[in-house]
């Protein structure tokens, strides 16, 4: 199911849904507030680190804000490809489960802690959590929120933080983007791929190479200048319309992609890692995939990179939000991107609305590279029953069905980066 044109506004549950809701916040009451106890929320609960059965929807107790944190009542939720690599255990130090997932939302503060300054009751804003975003109710200190502009809905707001600040910091903060240059990026019809696609066209004579799937090359094709199947050798492309090569290289796959990425740098140009997404071939973690793409990158010789002239780096939003003390940083970005949007120069592309209990569906459409533009995960949005079952229900020991690898030929699926 596509939801493609799904309202902002959600109508009230059905019955039928209310009863699989409390069908399986019955099996676990120890997360369950009572029913009678407004502070309880739905949230969506990764169980453990594995395929799409992982996912479910139950209640928890809601947060109260601690000092300096902001407490929200979320509208919208970003749904990114490095969720699919966290529901798969597929990155660095994971944390424990069960977790709720989620790095982004938005929506309006409902009660602000102790010393926490600069925020109203009411506020309109976005922010950034570590974790624990997809949920009715968020608290994140108030370095990661800001308000945003008046014209912005809470659905643009969460297609908006992830995907266009790693965009703007990579592209004028990491490789000094500038009038005349060229870039190169993989994954041109995911959210981050077509908000590079939007900023560099806020730069005069910004020549943009892509990647994408064939199927959504007629819907991209004017916000690249030049579009490639991403299931060619695009090198030699490249470099029949650049014979020189390119200046910048954004690249979200890793593997073989980056000694072909470095291969086209032109002398000063830029390679950026942010994504490893060529480890992701299938609903659950492969070794062999990781393997394979690590077995794939080239050993990089700094000689080399002395010889040639070139510039490598790696680029990762939360790391440097969340890790190493780069809210200011950040923040600056926010302003100038806030500014961009309000001159008209820049506008989030939401793929489609999904509501919680719809999660599984959602991600499965980034397994199938199917989205344009940003998946968003719509709070107040009903879900569809049969959707909500799946999500929603257990068997009836309790615990979840497994879905063995195998099982099913369908299930390994070709990566696809947001």
Same mark, same amino acid.
Request: charged content about 25%; aromatic content about 8%; some cysteine.
């Given at each position: 199911?596509?939801?493609?044109?799904?309202?902002?506004?959600?109508?009230?549950?059905?019955?039928?849904?209310?009863?699989?809701?409390?069908?399986?916040?019955?099996?676990?009451?120890?997360?369950?507030?009572?029913?009678?106890?407004?502070?309880?929320?739905?949230?969506?609960?990764?169980?453990?680190?594995?395929?799409?059965?992982?996912?479910?929807?139950?209640?928890?107790?809601?947060?109260?804000?601690?000092?300096?944190?902001?407490?929200?009542?979320?509208?919208?939720?970003?749904?990114?490809?490095?969720?699919?690599?966290?529901?798969?255990?597929?990155?660095?130090?994971?944390?424990?489960?069960?977790?709720?997932?989620?790095?982004?939302?938005?929506?309006?503060?409902?009660?602000?802690?102790?010393?926490?300054?600069?925020?109203?009751?009411?506020?309109?804003?976005?922010?950034?959590?570590?974790?624990?975003?997809?949920?009715?109710?968020?608290?994140?200190?108030?370095?990661?929120?800001?308000?945003?502009?008046?014209?912005?809905?809470?659905?643009?707001?969460?297609?908006?933080?992830?995907?266009?600040?790693?965009?703007?910091?990579?592209?004028?903060?990491?490789?000094?983007?500038?009038?005349?240059?060229?870039?190169?990026?993989?994954?041109?019809?995911?959210?981050?791929?077509?908000?590079?696609?939007?900023?560099?066209?806020?730069?005069?004579?910004?020549?943009?190479?892509?990647?994408?799937?064939?199927?959504?090359?007629?819907?991209?094709?004017?916000?690249?200048?030049?579009?490639?199947?991403?299931?060619?050798?695009?090198?030699?492309?490249?470099?029949?319309?650049?014979?020189?090569?390119?200046?910048?290289?954004?690249?979200?796959?890793?593997?073989?992609?980056?000694?072909?990425?470095?291969?086209?740098?032109?002398?000063?140009?830029?390679?950026?890692?942010?994504?490893?997404?060529?480890?992701?071939?299938?609903?659950?973690?492969?070794?062999?995939?990781?393997?394979?793409?690590?077995?794939?990158?080239?050993?990089?010789?700094?000689?080399?990179?002395?010889?040639?002239?070139?510039?490598?780096?790696?680029?990762?939003?939360?790391?440097?939000?969340?890790?190493?003390?780069?809210?200011?940083?950040?923040?600056?970005?926010?302003?100038?991107?806030?500014?961009?949007?309000?001159?008209?120069?820049?506008?989030?592309?939401? +793929? &489609?609305?999904?509501?919680? =209990?719809?999660?599984? /569906?959602?991600?499965?459409?980034?397994? !199938?590279?199917? *989205?344009?533009?940003?998946?968003?995960?719509?709070?107040?949005?009903?879900?569809?029953?049969?959707?909500?079952? +799946? &999500?929603?229900?257990?068997? =009836?020991?309790?615990? /979840?069905?497994?879905?063995?690898?195998? !099982?099913?030929? *369908?299930?390994?699926?070709?990566?696809?980066?947001?």
């Amino acid at each position: 199911m596509k939801p493609t044109d799904m309202p902002k506004e959600g109508a009230e549950m059905t019955e039928e849904t209310e009863q699989m809701i409390e069908k399986n916040c019955a099996k676990e009451p120890e997360n369950v507030a009572s029913p009678g106890d407004a502070k309880e929320m739905r949230v969506v609960v990764l169980t453990s680190f594995g395929g799409l059965n992982k996912l479910r929807v139950t209640k928890k107790p809601m947060p109260d804000p601690q000092e300096g944190e902001v407490k929200i009542r979320v509208k919208a939720c970003g749904l990114n490809f490095l969720d699919l690599m966290v529901r798969q255990g597929n990155i660095d130090n994971p944390p424990k489960t069960p977790l709720v997932p989620g790095f982004e939302c938005s929506g309006i503060v409902e009660a602000l802690g102790d010393n926490t300054t600069g925020f109203e009751i009411g506020d309109r804003v976005m922010a950034f959590v570590n974790y624990n975003a997809w949920a009715e109710v968020v608290c994140t200190p108030l370095d990661f929120v800001y308000k945003i502009p008046d014209d912005m809905t809470f659905t643009e707001a969460a297609a908006f933080s992830m995907n266009f600040v790693a965009a703007y910091m990579m592209l004028f903060e990491v490789a000094n983007l500038r009038e005349g240059m060229s870039v190169l990026v993989h994954s041109a019809g995911g959210g981050v791929g077509q908000a590079v696609a939007q900023l560099c066209s806020t730069v005069p004579n910004v020549t943009l190479f892509g990647t994408a799937s064939p199927c959504k090359h007629e819907a991209i094709k004017d916000s690249v200048t030049h579009l490639f199947d991403r299931n060619i050798d695009y090198v030699p492309e490249v470099k029949k319309i650049s014979p020189e090569g390119v200046d910048i290289v954004l690249d979200c796959l890793c593997g073989e992609n980056t000694g072909k990425g470095l291969s086209l740098l032109k002398p000063l140009g830029t390679y950026i890692l942010y994504g490893s997404s060529n480890m992701v071939t299938g609903e659950t973690k492969s070794f062999f995939s990781f393997a394979k793409s690590w077995w794939q990158v080239e050993k990089v010789n700094p000689i080399k990179l002395y010889d040639e002239n070139k510039v490598m780096a790696g680029f990762s939003l939360l790391n440097l939000l969340f890790k190493q003390g780069g809210c200011s940083q950040v923040k600056n970005a926010v302003h100038k991107l806030f500014s961009l949007y309000n001159e008209k120069k820049i506008k989030p592309l939401v +793929d &489609s609305l999904w509501a919680l =209990e719809e999660v599984k /569906e959602a991600m499965q459409r980034i397994h !199938d590279r199917g *989205n344009i533009g940003k998946l968003i995960l719509d709070v107040e949005k009903s879900p569809t029953p049969l959707m909500a079952n +799946d &999500s929603t229900e257990t068997s =009836e020991a309790g615990e /979840e069905e497994e879905e063995h690898e195998g !099982d099913n030929e *369908n299930k390994e699926r070709m990566p696809f980066i947001q």
